[in-house]
């Protein structure tokens, strides 16, 4: 298994504010790396793959970067609906793939 | 609009059984690879289970599982009801969780249409 860690595991910030979560792979994973957001009572959401592409219909505002080991999610000018837990998710021996632990951005 | 609906989940104790259904609306079923992942209560995201279509990897219906589950887990998929489905043997306390089906409809996504997910409690 490959292991996933993000960080921090609890964000707190407001609105408006920008906020970058870190995911560092055990191995390098090349650019075979997901970002989703969940929230309670609701699907998962797909937000970023391959590193840094944008999935269909996730405003702008969202961003990711990184290759080999290390990652990063960046979410510019937080709105109200950004509020939730997000995990990163290496996907190089797809569809095996593992999650990190998840990073709670609270208000 | 493709739509993951997920049912089965029930409360079950140590030792049961239990199948899990993920019903799939929308075109080319067969194409698809299906996954299933979990979340256990305050823990975060684990893979469990997948199964590969026509697009692969491999050939059509090979079945992936996570080490914590082989022995005591099938996924199959029934194309004629684009249906997938997650059965469950020899239920441990572990497998409590809240499971979600979820699959790959864009080229070069990854897992970009999941269900809402159905909840398996394994307890006496």
């Known amino acids: 298994d490959i292991q996933m860690t993000q960080s921090p595991s609890t964000l707190s910030a407001s609105v408006g504010e920008t906020v970058t979560i870190t995911c560092r792979a055990g191995q390098s994973i090349s650019d075979f790396l997901a970002w989703f957001q969940l929230k309670p009572g609701k699907a998962p959401k797909l937000l970023i793959y391959k590193a840094s592409s944008l999935a269909s219909g996730v405003p702008s505002r969202f961003s990711g970067s990184g290759s080999g080991t290390e990652f990063t999610l960046t979410i510019n000018s937080l709105e109200p609906e950004d509020f939730a837990t997000y995990y990163c998710q290496q996907y190089i021996y797809y569809p095996v793939c593992s999650f990190g632990q998840g990073t709670k951005v609270e208000i | 609009e493709v739509h993951l609906l997920e049912s089965g989940g029930d409360l079950v104790q140590p030792g049961g059984s239990l199948r899990l259904s993920c019903a799939y609306s929308?075109?080319?079923?067969?194409?698809?690879?299906f996954t299933w992942i979990r979340q256990a209560p305050g823990k975060g995201l684990q893979w469990v289970s997948s199964?590969?279509?026509?697009?692969?990897?491999?050939?059509?219906?090979?079945?992936y599982y996570t080490d914590s589950v082989k022995g005591r887990l099938t996924i199959s998929r029934d194309s004629s009801r684009n249906m997938v489905y997650l059965y469950f043997f020899d239920l441990k306390d572990e497998d409590t969780a809240l499971y979600y089906c979820a699959t790959t409809l864009s080229v070069g996504a990854n897992l970009d249409s999941w269900g809402q997910g159905t909840l398996v409690t394994v307890s006496s």
């Open positions: 199964i590969s279509g026509l697009s692969g990897p491999g050939t059509f219906g090979t079945t």
């Open positions: 929308g075109h080319s079923f067969s194409s698809y690879v």
